[in-house]
């Protein structure tokens, strides 16, 4: 009998906030995005529904998005969709295809909102006011290693607290546990798919 392929190894765990070891593995192991070994693979944000920090601005703006689509949203798609019906004809109805897919996102935010909004908690926005990384800062890293010049900018906390096109890591996930409460010029070392890793904080900013 001839020997099948080898089974293949998991992608890197990108929930993680991990991009380093999922760049040093980009090559040889099959992840979600693919890469050549010289180019990396992007940081996918993190967006923890389980235990997501909002500031209360955040929060009152998702509340009211779920209002919304709870009823004017609901109302007006309902709408949409009895007109297509009219047209008859469902199976070539583009009009109707494309409201049911409309629908089918409209139901998909309302559910992630609601999960979001039951566990959210409610936290103070701008950092922590002391220097130190908080919720809500952007902060500029260096992995242990790197050259001086090599540094990133994240933004901890919720993406839906994103600031523009800023990296999202949540405070929940290793990396983002690893500099919350820490300063300029601290080296903080978290657990990664492929190892620990250090690096470095740069600057704190919000």
């Known amino acids: 009998m001839t020997p099948g392929p080898p089974p293949e190894s998991p992608g890197p765990d990108l929930s993680t906030g991990d991009h380093r070891a999922a760049q040093s593995r980009a090559a040889t192991v099959p992840g979600p995005v693919q890469a050549a070994a010289s180019d990396p693979l992007p940081w996918y944000p993190v967006s923890d529904a389980t235990d997501t920090q909002l500031t209360r601005d955040t929060y ?49 935010r309302i559910r992630q909102l609601e999960r979001m909004l039951k566990s959210a908690t409610i936290v103070e926005g701008g950092g922590t006011g002391d220097g130190k990384v908080g919720t809500g800062s952007v902060v500029t ?30 405070p929940g996930s290793p990396l983002g546990q690893a500099v919350l409460g820490h300063a300029v010029g601290d080296t903080v070392e978290y657990a990664a798919p492929g190892g620990s890793l250090r690096v470095v904080i740069v600057k704190i900013g919000a």
Do not use: C, P, W
């Open 141 to 170: 890293l260096r992995y242990e290693g790197d050259d001086e010049d090599e540094t990133t900018d994240y933004f901890v906390g919720s993406i839906e607290e994103r600031q523009g096109d800023l990296t999202v890591v949540s």
């Open 60 to 108: 009152d703006r998702l509340q009211a998005e779920l209002e919304d689509l709870t009823t004017r949203g609901r109302v007006e798609i309902a709408a949409l969709i009895e007109s297509a019906r009219a047209l008859g004809d469902l199976k070539e109805n583009g009009d109707y295809h494309a409201a049911k897919d409309s629908q089918g996102k409209m139901e998909s």
